[in-house]
């Protein structure tokens, strides 16, 4: 009867205890304003999150070898936000292929893919 209780008690906290962590997970998504973006154009996209909490994301643009630009980071401020490189893509610079941009706020993470040519 004591075990039978003490079991219960604790599977009732771990299954409220998962609700709440996952409840309380930040959504996030990325969508870029096209898939193929040609030399001499600005990579623009638009995050959305589910709660803003005052903090910063960090975006990286990862090449197709997995080598990334570095963190950058990102101002969110409101449930959605447009973003716009401040250089466009150059052929000395990017080699054409597929990139991904990697997204990271407060604990998720998203990723989308997109190409130059």
Known sequence: MKFATIFLLATGLLIVGSISESHGLTQISISTSKPVYTYGENLSFLVTVSNVTGSNAVLEIID??????GPIPMIITKPTSNFTAPFPFYRTTYATG?????VQYVRSKCYRKFSDS
Do not use: G
């Open 64 to 69: 197709q070898s997995n080598q990334s630009s």
């Open 98 to 102: 597929t990139y991904f941009l990697k």
